[in-house]
């Protein structure tokens, strides 16, 4: 299984940036689709942004033009650069890895398809 870990946790104003980074313990391309995650407490896990082993990626509308998801050139690393922070992305960010395609039945922004959570990194913005 794969077992991530995230960071890169922060409080920042409106309007700035923040780089979060997923650490595997296995070769991330092992996986059909990376995904980042985050949660608002009271509220379901939402889907951020996913990549897949083709390299397409996915975002959910809130974050479109905003956010990006990379890999890094080390095989087992995940980023997520986040720009033009609005109170509104304040959260608990998680990255998580899916044997399932990304684009296959709504797997990229559906938790119960993902497995080898991190522990989470707090999102703060003010």
């Known amino acids: 299984d794969v077992q991530l870990g995230e960071s890169g946790r922060g409080s920042v104003q409106a309007g700035g940036s923040l780089r979060l980074s997923c650490g595997a313990s296995?070769?991330?391309?092992?996986?059909?689709?990376m995904g980042w995650f985050r949660q608002v407490p009271g509220l379901e896990r939402e889907g951020v942004a996913a990549?897949?082993?083709?390299?397409?990626?996915y975002y959910a509308e809130p974050v479109k033009g905003r956010f990006t998801i990379s890999q890094g050139n080390a095989e087992n690393t995940l980023y997520l650069q986040m720009n033009s922070l609005k109170p509104e992305d304040t959260a608990m960010y998680y990255c998580a890895a899916s044997r399932f395609r990304c684009g296959y039945g709504g797997t990229w922004y559906t938790p119960s398809r993902f497995n080898g959570w991190g522990q989470g990194t707090q999102v703060t913005v003010s």
């Open positions: 990549i897949g082993r083709d390299g397409n990626t």
């Open positions: 296995v070769y991330i391309s092992s996986s059909n689709c």
